[in-house]
């Protein structure tokens, strides 16, 4: 039952001590505004490593060509690896846990594509049908590269939507041919990319084509991979395959590891995975940190304020108000300066990290900086329960007072 008499005392006693309870309130405000700012601060920066990664399977392994720093079999160092058909069907054929795979081969000067009469620079790629999937292509008209497009060395392509749009205009793309280095290559679908438009303003061609065509033989230059359901070890463990089947084909020492360069994502991904558990666990260590010194201090002005009070509660038990009565007001009081005070703070966690990720753009490392609403509401849970707690040993020794010492207190 609402009781007006005592929400009108509580208030006027807080009116009454201005400064104290501001101060005590500023203490709690603060706390939890610094555990909002500091959560959404990690989140931003934990989805700016998220975001490179967008282009990239988080499982994938990506092999390129290097040069050998190690003399080895009475060879020199500086001698530069090159890739082959080859080496991509003994990755296919020895290496185990692979769930797709592919390879690249870059066509020297062919960056121009038209059609018609219209022009532009584009990047191409040559790969294998699997590629849509380490690198994450959603094609959103036809198809992409097939493997007949590779076994019957056919001329036909994949285009971003950023290539359509320049090329076709509002024209249907599929179907159509498209002109690279004067040779004819039909469009078969079109893509979207999570890398952004950088990525969009690629063309896809058959890998085996485009060797033929473009006097490759069996050139490559890149291989990739996906790891299926493979633990960091476990990927650990293909690295080091790869790299010593390759150093035996190669010829080149296997502790060499600039002769190839191997990037690992999902020992990457793992590792930034552990550093913002470490992160956020370190966050909430200081923001709750924080946030106890505040409701300490609650728990502190709630003493001095039953100390004050000793008498005027001698006086209310002397005319028969119940321990529950007593413990009560206390704990309104506590609970009301630390939800309020708190809820100032999230609201100005909130809304700084808002205009954060509206003032600033989004960059490499951070981006779009937020808490989410299970935390906020957490966090205003933990509020309420801290001011409960900070109140309710004060409140249970004022209970405990007895009338007569309460009215001799001077």
């Given at each position: 039952?609402?009781?007006?008499?005592?929400?009108?005392?509580?208030?006027?006693?807080?009116?009454?001590?201005?400064?104290?309870?501001?101060?005590?309130?500023?203490?709690?405000?603060?706390?939890?505004?610094?555990?909002?700012?500091?959560?959404?601060?990690?989140?931003?920066?934990?989805?700016?490593?998220?975001?490179?990664?967008?282009?990239?399977?988080?499982?994938?392994?990506?092999?390129?060509?290097?040069?050998?720093?190690?003399?080895?079999?009475?060879?020199?160092?500086?001698?530069?690896?090159?890739?082959?058909?080859?080496?991509?069907?003994?990755?296919?054929?020895?290496?185990?846990?692979?769930?797709?795979?592919?390879?690249?081969?870059?066509?020297?000067?062919?960056?121009?594509?038209?059609?018609?009469?219209?022009?532009?620079?584009?990047?191409?790629?040559?790969?294998?049908?699997?590629?849509?999937?380490?690198?994450?292509?959603?094609?959103?008209?036809?198809?992409?590269?097939?493997?007949?497009?590779?076994?019957?060395?056919?001329?036909?392509?994949?285009?971003?939507?950023?290539?359509?749009?320049?090329?076709?205009?509002?024209?249907?793309?599929?179907?159509?041919?498209?002109?690279?280095?004067?040779?004819?290559?039909?469009?078969?679908?079109?893509?979207?990319?999570?890398?952004?438009?950088?990525?969009?303003?690629?063309?896809?061609?058959?890998?085996?084509?485009?060797?033929?065509?473009?006097?490759?033989?069996?050139?490559?230059?890149?291989?990739?991979?996906?790891?299926?359901?493979?633990?960091?070890?476990?990927?650990?463990?293909?690295?080091?395959?790869?790299?010593?089947?390759?150093?035996?084909?190669?010829?080149?020492?296997?502790?060499?590891?600039?002769?190839?360069?191997?990037?690992?994502?999902?020992?990457?991904?793992?590792?930034?995975?552990?550093?913002?558990?470490?992160?956020?666990?370190?966050?909430?260590?200081?923001?709750?940190?924080?946030?106890?010194?505040?409701?300490?201090?609650?728990?502190?002005?709630?003493?001095?304020?039953?100390?004050?009070?000793?008498?005027?509660?001698?006086?209310?038990k002397a005319l028969g108000a119940t321990p529950a009565s007593i413990i009560s007001l206390i704990l309104?009081?506590?609970?009301?300066?630390?939800?309020?005070?708190?809820?100032?703070?999230?609201?100005?966690?909130?809304?700084?990290?808002?205009?954060?990720?509206?003032?600033?753009?989004?960059?490499?490392?951070?981006?779009?900086?937020?808490?989410?609403?299970?935390?906020?509401?957490?966090?205003?849970?933990?509020?309420?329960?801290?001011?409960?707690?900070?109140?309710?040993?004060?409140?249970?020794?004022?209970?405990?007072?007895?009338?007569?010492?309460?009215?001799?207190?001077?």
């Open positions: 039952m609402f009781d007006l008499d005592k929400w009108q005392e509580i208030l006027f006693t807080i009116k009454k001590n201005k400064l104290r309870t501001f101060l005590t309130g500023f203490s709690v405000a603060w706390g939890i505004f610094m555990l909002i700012f500091l959560l959404g601060s990690g989140k931003g920066l934990q989805n700016g490593i998220e975001h490179q990664f967008r282009d990239d399977a988080t499982n994938s392994i990506f092999i390129r060509r290097g040069q050998t720093t190690m003399a080895y079999n009475g060879l020199q160092p500086g001698r530069k690896i090159k890739f082959s058909n080859e080496d991509y069907d003994i990755i296919k054929n020895t290496i185990p846990k692979i769930e797709y795979l592919s390879s690249r081969y870059y066509i020297p000067g062919s960056d121009q594509i038209s059609y018609n009469n219209e022009y532009g620079n584009f990047s191409i790629l040559t790969v294998h049908p699997d590629h849509k999937y380490i690198e994450r292509t959603n094609t959103i008209e036809g198809r992409f590269i097939n493997g007949k497009d590779i076994t019957e060395y056919r001329k036909v392509a994949s285009i971003g939507k950023l290539v359509k749009e320049a090329l076709f205009k509002d024209e249907d793309a599929l179907g159509k041919y498209i002109k690279i280095n004067n040779i004819l290559f039909k469009v078969v679908g079109v893509f979207k990319d999570a890398g952004g438009e950088d990525q969009m303003r690629t063309v896809f061609l058959p890998i085996s084509t485009a060797q033929k065509i473009f006097s490759g033989e069996n050139t490559v230059h890149t291989i990739l991979l996906t790891a299926k359901n493979a633990s960091v070890e476990e990927s650990k463990n293909m690295v080091y395959l790869i790299r010593k089947k390759f150093a035996k084909k190669h010829n080149f020492d296997v502790e060499d590891v600039s002769a190839i360069n191997i990037r690992n994502n999902v020992e990457q991904f793992k590792q930034f995975k552990d550093m913002f558990s470490a992160i956020n666990l370190f966050i909430w260590i200081i923001g709750i940190g924080t946030l106890i010194a505040g409701i300490v201090g609650v728990s502190n002005i709630m003493i001095i304020v039953v100390k004050e009070r000793t008498k005027e509660i001698g006086i209310r309104l009081e506590s609970v009301l300066i630390t939800a309020f005070s708190g809820y100032i703070g999230l609201v100005m966690g909130v809304g700084l990290l808002e205009l954060i990720s509206s003032a600033m753009p989004d960059g490499e490392f951070f981006m779009n900086p937020n808490v989410d609403f299970n935390t906020a509401i957490s966090a205003t849970l933990l509020l309420i329960f801290s001011g409960a707690l900070a109140g309710y040993f004060p409140a249970r020794k004022a209970a405990k007072i007895k009338p007569i010492v309460a009215l001799r207190d001077e």
